[in-house]
């Protein structure tokens, strides 16, 4: 059974920083792109931050340097580093696992409050 596990979120002030991290079993995680998506209150989920298999990174414009994804593939696990956070960083953060776009899972999320 696939299990993506989320933490790390919680109430953090404008400009602070909060660390997320998600384990995964059930995957052979290494082989595994991981992503991280966020959905706000009346917006869509959006793609938020990606690392590959072989460590190549993407990002939002809206979180180019302020957050850092990274991978601890003897772990099983993928983080996400924010830092300068702002009231619209607010959202649940969910943690994906993609091999194919059939063969993708999804976390049950973790909150993100950032208040101004």
């Known amino acids: 059974q696939v299990q993506l596990v989320e933490s790390g979120g919680g109430l953090v002030q404008a400009g602070g920083s909060a660390r997320l991290s998600c384990t995964a079993s059930?995957?052979?995680?290494?082989?595994?792109?991981m992503n991280w998506y966020r959905q706000a209150p009346g917006k869509q989920r959006e793609l938020v931050a990606s690392?590959?298999?072989?460590?190549?990174?993407n990002y939002a414009d809206s979180v180019k340097g302020r957050f850092t994804i990274s991978r601890d593939n003897t772990k099983n696990t993928v983080y996400l580093q924010m830092n300068g956070l702002k009231p619209e960083d607010t959202a649940v953060y969910y943690c994906?696992?993609?091999?194919?776009?059939?063969?993708?899972?999804w976390g049950k999320g973790t909150l993100v409050t950032v208040s101004s």
């Open positions: 059930g995957i052979v995680f290494s082989i595994n792109a």
């Open positions: 994906n696992s993609r091999y194919s776009v059939a063969i993708n899972y």
């Open positions: 690392i590959s298999s072989g460590g190549s990174t």
